[in-house]
């Protein structure tokens, strides 16, 4: 579906071997003048109004003929001078047409590798590849490619990252997996119904349109008011329904595998050793089910949840895969703040909560949704202690930890001699864990 190019040296000899993107990328790419002009229509709608209502049915179809070949063109040439190619250890992207630009993509820094598939590019048959890189903002992408393209190459790029020579790694081929746990549909609407997000968004529209049209009878401010609400209420629901439908987890030698969607279908990976935090959070109305929602903090991915529901006890195996030599400690295991506590945070001094072993950090929080969150010892990247002016006339203090993927757990309202004790020992437990803890490895 590509069409390859090579590059040659001075003498003449072949160096890389170029290829461009599927040839339906010019349909996604030649939106991109309509979308600027779209852009300017929702920026300045008064202006554009006042444009529209001047222009004649002639200049309005020759606007028209003019842009769409336009766009035709430019989602043409953008895909005509996009070439990517994989060398000995680097995957090189270049672009433009006027300006060049050439991305260079370390192998041995790639984190994470997706394929996506959008409704449409479904039914093209064509799919996005996603790159978790260290010290990216964002992740890197090619689109689109080939389905079948797009998983050989995504399979070639671990290959090479895990350390499998250039002339072998494309006959690797996609690590085995082992499927852990899927997730039913009727468990998952039961689990966003019993959220209980949506019902508060339409608690709220309830109670406050119908007071926005007592008090300025007018249509459009009770439609801007309860447009959004209604969208909060449908996102809680129905599009966090449509993004996790058929959740299913697999287990593979390149880290944990992630499928999900209804429409827009996603196969992600949370690559191991660089889950820095994982969060069981537990909602009031999950509890009696025993069903919990496990999430994620990853060093340079924005992948963030490992499972949308799942039974405690089967979260909890998975979180031993993800944080080998992890046990999520027991109930009782987690001491709770002294009494005092309850002069800093009235009432909800109750929901925190405190536990470190041998392997993990661990501190909870919440009463209503109660969220557990685990770090690893050789994870921290740094410890400090926190005591305002209230909290030191009651004498207790924060600790906070510090991860890899910029997130911060924190042991709240502690007694401040063992808040003080508790800084000291985590600083010495990191060290250690970082010293034994054995090295990040794709395909282990």
């Given at each position: 579906?590509?069409?390859?190019?090579?590059?040659?040296?001075?003498?003449?000899?072949?160096?890389?071997?170029?290829?461009?993107?599927?040839?339906?990328?010019?349909?996604?790419?030649a939106?991109?003048?309509?979308?600027?002009?779209m852009?300017?229509?929702?920026?300045?709608?008064?202006?554009?109004?006042?444009?529209?209502?001047r222009?004649?049915?002639?200049?309005?179809?020759?606007?028209?003929?003019?842009?769409?070949?336009?766009?035709?063109?430019?989602?043409?040439?953008?895909?005509?001078?996009?070439?990517f190619?994989?060398?000995?250890?680097?995957?090189?992207?270049?672009t433009?047409?006027?300006?060049?630009?050439?991305?260079?993509?370390r192998?041995?820094?790639?984190?994470?590798?997706?394929?996506?598939?959008?409704?449409?590019?479904?039914?093209?048959?064509?799919?996005?590849?996603?790159?978790?890189?260290?010290?990216?903002?964002?992740?890197?992408?090619?689109?689109?490619?080939?389905?079948g393209?797009?998983?050989?190459?995504?399979?070639?790029?671990l290959?090479?990252?895990?350390?499998?020579?250039?002339e072998?790694?494309?006959?690797?081929?996609?690590?085995?997996?082992?499927?852990?746990?899927?997730?039913?549909?009727?468990?998952?609407?039961?689990?966003?119904?019993?959220?209980?997000?949506?019902?508060?968004?339409?608690?709220?529209?309830s109670?406050?349109?119908?007071?926005?049209?007592?008090?300025?009878?007018?249509?459009?401010?009770?439609?801007?008011?309860?447009v959004?609400?209604?969208?909060?209420?449908?996102?809680?629901?129905?599009?966090?329904?449509?993004?996790?439908?058929?959740?299913?987890?697999?287990?593979?030698?390149d880290?944990?595998?992630?499928?999900?969607g209804?429409?827009?279908?996603?196969?992600?990976?949370?690559?191991?050793?660089?889950?820095?935090?994982?969060?069981?959070?537990?909602?009031?109305?999950?509890?009696?089910?025993?069903?919990?929602?496990v999430?994620?903090?990853?060093?340079g991915?924005?992948?963030?949840?490992?499972?949308?529901?799942?039974?405690?006890?089967?979260?909890?195996?998975?979180?031993?895969?993800?944080?080998?030599?992890?046990?999520?400690?027991?109930?009782?295991?987690?001491?709770?703040?002294?009494?005092?506590?309850?002069?800093?945070?009235?009432?909800?001094?109750?929901?925190?909560?405190?536990?470190?072993?041998?392997?993990?950090?661990?501190?909870?929080?919440?009463?209503?949704?109660?969220?557990?969150?685990?770090?690893?010892?050789?994870?921290v990247?740094?410890v400090?202690?926190?005591?305002?002016?209230?909290?030191?006339?009651?004498?207790?203090?924060?600790?906070?930890?510090?991860t890899?993927?910029?997130?911060?757990?924190?042991?709240?309202?502690?007694?401040a001699?063992?808040?003080?004790?508790?800084?000291?020992?985590?600083?010495?437990?990191?060290?250690?864990?970082?010293?034994?803890?054995?090295?990040?490895?794709?395909?282990?």
């Amino acid at each position: 579906m590509t069409a390859p190019g090579v590059q040659e040296d001075v003498s003449g000899r072949p160096l890389v071997t170029e290829r461009r993107l599927h040839p339906v990328t010019p349909l996604r790419r030649a939106w991109a003048p309509v979308a600027v002009l779209m852009g300017w229509v929702v920026h300045d709608p008064d202006g554009a109004q006042r444009q529209l209502t001047r222009l004649t049915t002639t200049t309005l179809l020759v606007g028209l003929a003019v842009l769409i070949p336009a766009a035709a063109l430019y989602g043409f040439l953008s895909w005509w001078f996009t070439h990517f190619a994989v060398t000995e250890g680097e995957l090189r992207v270049r672009t433009g047409l006027l300006f060049r630009r050439t991305a260079h993509i370390r192998l041995e820094r790639i984190q994470a590798i997706d394929v996506t598939q959008p409704l449409l590019a479904r039914v093209a048959g064509v799919a996005k590849l996603k790159l978790d890189v260290v010290g990216a903002d964002k992740k890197d992408e090619l689109a689109f490619l080939g389905a079948g393209e797009a998983r050989a190459l995504r399979a070639e790029l671990l290959a090479r990252a895990a350390g499998f020579a250039p002339e072998t790694a494309h006959e690797v081929g996609e690590a085995p997996s082992r499927q852990m746990l899927r997730v039913p549909p009727r468990v998952l609407a039961v689990s966003l119904l019993l959220t209980g997000a949506p019902w508060a968004w339409l608690l709220v529209a309830s109670v406050a349109l119908p007071l926005l049209w007592i008090a300025t009878h007018s249509l459009w401010t009770v439609l801007a008011a309860g447009v959004p609400m209604l969208g909060a209420a449908g996102a809680s629901s129905v599009g966090r329904f449509v993004a996790e439908y058929d959740w299913t987890l697999a287990e593979s030698p390149d880290g944990l595998r992630i499928d999900h969607g209804l429409l827009d279908q996603a196969h992600e990976t949370v690559p191991p050793g660089r889950v820095q935090t994982v969060r069981l959070v537990e909602p009031l109305l999950w509890r009696r089910r025993g069903w919990v929602r496990v999430e994620l903090d990853v060093a340079g991915s924005s992948n963030s949840l490992l499972l949308p529901v799942a039974p405690r006890a089967m979260a909890e195996s998975v979180v031993a895969r993800v944080l080998p030599g992890v046990t999520v400690p027991p109930p009782e295991a987690f001491s709770r703040p002294p009494r005092g506590a309850r002069w800093c945070v009235p009432v909800w001094w109750r929901g925190y909560g405190f536990a470190v072993t041998d392997a993990v950090f661990a501190a909870r929080r919440g009463l209503l949704r109660r969220t557990l969150a685990l770090v690893p010892h050789a994870k921290v990247q740094s410890v400090r202690l926190a005591q305002g002016p209230w909290q030191r006339t009651h004498g207790v203090a924060d600790v906070h930890v510090d991860t890899g993927a910029g997130g911060t757990v924190t042991a709240r309202l502690r007694p401040a001699d063992e808040a003080a004790d508790l800084l000291h020992a985590q600083a010495e437990r990191s060290r250690t864990g970082r010293r034994d803890a054995p090295p990040d490895r794709w395909m282990a």
